[in-house]
C-alpha cells in the first residue's frame, strides 16, 4: 500500500514550509516515526517523522523547496514483511542488555502499578481501517507561546466518514477552547489521543484516510504479543511494564523522579534551550533518560540536533560502560512535584549539579503551591525571550494634563454613547501609533540574521485575567482606528479574554507591545519583551506632581499630571537613539492630544 508524506501544518498562520533535508534517501527503508525529514517553517524547525513504516519509494520535494500545507512530498511503500519488521525493530535495540537488571532496581515501583497500564497508551479502537492514502491530523498552535492543547471531546470514531473542514475534535489551551476541523475529507483511520490527554504542538493526534479505496472493517483485540512494541525497554517476564520503564538499567534508575502513585516523572525537554524531536522525546522517556544526560549527547543532525540514532549510540555506550552517568540520591526523588529535574541543564556534567535542582528551603509553616499550566508557560515564555533579546529600557515622562481634562469633561456622555468607561488607554495608544509611523524600525521582529519590518501596525495589549494570569490580545491595524475605535477594541477583547472567548487569531500577529500598570499605582518599571516582537512600551500612573514651566520668559513651578512612559526594546536590532527618538514623539504626541486635536 502506498502512503502519502504531506508538508504537516505547525500552527494556524502557517501555509507553507520549507525542506531543509532529506535524513532518508529513495529506497531506504524506514520505521514508523522515524525522522524522515528536516523542514522549516515561520515559526519553528522541526523533524517530520514517517507515518507509516516501508520503503520510501518517492521523494516528490527537493531541498529548498517551499512546499504548501497538506501537499505530498514522498511516498512510502509498506507491506508485509516492511510493516513487521518497523514494528520489531524498536524492541531488538533494547532488551538484550536490559534483561539482566530490572530485578535489583524496581524496588520503589512494585506490582500494584501493573494494574494500570495492562495496554498500549492508546486503547485500539475496534474498527480498523485499510486502503488509501493518510493525512496526520497535527495539535495546532493556538497562539504564540502555545505549547501544547488538551484533547476535550473526539466528535468523529474510528471508520466515520468525514468532509474536509468538519469538526473532528475539540481541545483546550490556556488561552483559548476551539474546534478542530479536519484537513481533508475520507474516513477517520487511526486516533492518537484519548479525551484528556495534553499534546504537544504539532503533535500527530489523528489520521484521516482518504481514496476510493478504504474499506472498514471490524478487527479483534490486538494480540497479546504486540505489547513489548510501545516499550521497547519493558522486561518480557514482568507484568508491570511501568516498572520496567522506570529503571531500565541500574545507572537510569538512580536518576529517575518517582512521584506518589509509583510513575515516573517525565522530564520536560521544552525546559531545554535545544530542540528535540518528538521520536527522540519518546525514546527518552521509554528509556529512562534525563534531560540532564540529553543535554550531554551529541547530535549529528542539522544545526547538532540530536537524532534517533544518536540517542541508540548513546544507550549502547551507556549499557556497556563507557559512559558513566553521575549517579543521583534518593533524596532527588522527595519533591513529589517532580519540579526539581530540569535544573540540572546548569552543569550537565557535574557531580554537584544536583544541589541545584533543591526547590527552595522551607518549613512547616510555608505553603507549596504548584504552578498552573498558564503560569508555567509564561514563565517559560518569560526565561526564553531573555535568553532571546538583550533587553535595554529607555524612559520618557509627558505632561498628560489635557489629556486628563478631556476624559474628566467626556466620560459620562462616552460611556452613555458606547457602554463602556473612557479610560487613558487609548491615548497611549494613540501615541504608540504615531510613535510607530515616525520610527517604523521599532515595529520590527528579527529571524535569524534577517530584520522582519512589519508594514501593519498590530498592537498587542497585556491583560490580566480573573485568575491572576496574563493574556496578550492584538488589535490588528491599530492604525486606522481613532481613539473611541481604539477603546472599543480594548473593551471588547479584554471582555472576551476574560471569558475565554477569544479566537486564536485574536492573540496572534502582534507586532509592538503595551503593558500598563499605572492601574495598580506603579511608577516606573522594565517588562519584558513579548517575543517574536523587538518592543514594549509601558504605562505607569499619571500623578500630578510639581514641575518647572516657563511662563513668559520666567521659570515657575506649576502642577502638572505627569506620566513616566518605557521603551523596552531588543537591543539586536533597535539602538538608544531609535528607541529616544520613538519615545520623543510618544510624548510630544500625548502632550499635544486635547479638545481640538483629538477626534473621538
Do not use: C
Not at 516515526?33 to 514517517?50: F, G, R, W, Y
Not at 475539540?170 to 484537513?183: A, F, G, M
Not at 515657575?556 to 529616544?580: E, F, K, P, Q, W
Amino acid at each position: 500500500m502506498r502512503i502519502d508524506v504531506v508538508m504537516p501544518k505547525m500552527g494556524e498562520s502557517i501555509q507553507e514550509g520549507k525542506i531543509l533535508k532529506w535524513v532518508k534517501n529513495v529506497g531506504d527503508k524506514i520505521e514508523r516515526d522515524e525522522v524522515l525529514l528536516e523542514i522549516s517553517t515561520d515559526k519553528v524547525d522541526t523533524e517530520v517523522p514517517a507515518p507509516n513504516g516501508g520503503i520510501l519509494v518517492s521523494i516528490l520535494a527537493n531541498v529548498d523547496d517551499t512546499v504548501e500545507v497538506g501537499k505530498v512530498i514522498a511516498v512510502i511503500e509498506t507491506d508485509a514483511s516492511a510493516a513487521a519488521s518497523a514494528s520489531s525493530t524498536p524492541a531488538v535495540s533494547a532488551p538484550t542488555p536490559v534483561v539482566p537488571t530490572p530485578a535489583p532496581v524496581p524496588v520503589p515501583v512494585p506490582e500494584p502499578i501493573a494494574t494500570s497500564v495492562p495496554t498500549a497508551p492508546v486503547a485500539t479502537p475496534a474498527p480498523v481501517v485499510t486502503g488509501g492514502a493518510t493525512t496526520d491530523v497535527v495539535m495546532p498552535k493556538m497562539g504564540e507561546s502555545i505549547q501544547e492543547g488538551k484533547v476535550l471531546k473526539w466528535l468523529k470514531a474510528v471508520g466515520d466518514k468525514i468532509e474536509r473542514d468538519e469538526v473532528l475534535l475539540e481541545i483546550s489551551t490556556d488561552k483559548v477552547d476551539t474546534e478542530v476541523p479536519s484537513p481533508v475529507g475520507g474516513t477517520v483511520a487511526e486516533i492518537l489521543a484519548n479525551v484528556d490527554d495534553v499534546v504537544e504542538v504539532g503533535k500527530v493526534i489523528a489520521r484521516i484516510a482518504t481514496g476510493g479505496t478504504v474499506t472498514v472493517s471490524a478487527a479483534p483485540a490486538p494480540a497479546p504479543s504486540a505489547a513489548p512494541a510501545p516499550t521497547p525497554v519493558s522486561a518480557p517476564t514482568t507484568p508491570a511494564p511501568v516498572a520496567a520503564i522506570a529503571a531500565p538499567t541500574p545507572v537510569a534508575a538512580a536518576s529517575v523522579t518517582v512521584v506518589s502513585g509509583g510513575t515516573k516523572e517525565i522530564p520536560r525537554m521544552s525546559a531545554s534551550r535545544r530542540f528535540y524531536s518528538p521520536l527522540v522525546r519518546t525514546i527518552a522517556e521509554q528509556e529512562g533518560i534525563t534531560l540532564e544526560e540529553l543535554e550531554t549527547v551529541s547530535g549529528s543532525g542539522l544545526e547538532g540536533r540530536v537524532t534517533k540514532n544518536d540517542v541508540l549510540g548513546y544507550l549502547e555506550r551507556r549499557r556497556s560502560g563507557a559512559i558513566v552517568v553521575a549517579a543521583a540520591t534518593p533524596t532527588t526523588a522527595t519533591p513529589t512535584t517532580g519540579i526539581a529535574s530540569p535544573a540540572p541543564i546548569v552543569a550537565p556534567s557535574s557531580s554537584s549539579a544536583r544541589a541545584v535542582t533543591m526547590p527552595a528551603v522551607y518549613g512547616d509553616d510555608d505553603e507549596v503551591i504548584p504552578m498552573d499550566r498558564v503560569r508555567q508557560l509564561i514563565a517559560e515564555h518569560m526565561v526564553r525571550s531573555k535568553q532571546t533579546s538583550p533587553h535595554v529600557t529607555s524612559v520618557a515622562e509627558a505632561d498628560v494634563t489635557m489629556i486628563v481634562k478631556l476624559r474628566e469633561k467626556h466620560k459620562n456622555t462616552f460611556e452613555k454613547r458606547e457602554g463602556f468607561k473612557l479610560t487613558l488607554t487609548p491615548f497611549f495608544m494613540k501615541a504608540i501609533v504615531d510613535g510607530v509611523k515616525a520610527n517604523p524600525m521599532v515595529n520590527v521582529s528579527v529571524d535569524g540574521k534577517n530584520i522582519i519590518r512589519h508594514k501593519r501596525i498590530n498592537l498587542s495589549f497585556a491583560t490580566v485575567l480573573d485568575d491572576g494570569n496574563l493574556i496578550v490580545p492584538v488589535i490588528k491595524n491599530a492604525d486606522a482606528l481613532n481613539i473611541t475605535g481604539l477603546g472599543r477594541s480594548v473593551f471588547d477583547l479584554s471582555s472576551r479574554a476574560r471569558a475565554k472567548k477569544l479566537a486564536p487569531e485574536e492573540i496572534q500577529g502582534g507586532t509592538i507591545a503595551l503593558t500598563n500598570m499605572g492601574a495598580w499605582g506603579t511608577l516606573f518599571g522594565t517588562p519584558v519583551i513579548n517575543q517574536p516582537q523587538a518592543a514594549i512600551v509601558g504605562i505607569y500612573a499619571v500623578q500630578k506632581r510639581p514641575v518647572v514651566r516657563e511662563v513668559n520668559g520666567e521659570d515657575l513651578i506649576v502642577i502638572r499630571s505627569m506620566v513616566y512612559v518605557s521603551l523596552t526594546y531588543d537591543h539586536r536590532v533597535i539602538d538608544g537613539a531609535l528607541a529616544s527618538n520613538f519615545l520623543a514623539t510618544m510624548v510630544k504626541s500625548l502632550e499635544k492630544m486635547g479638545e481640538t486635536t483629538i477626534d473621538m
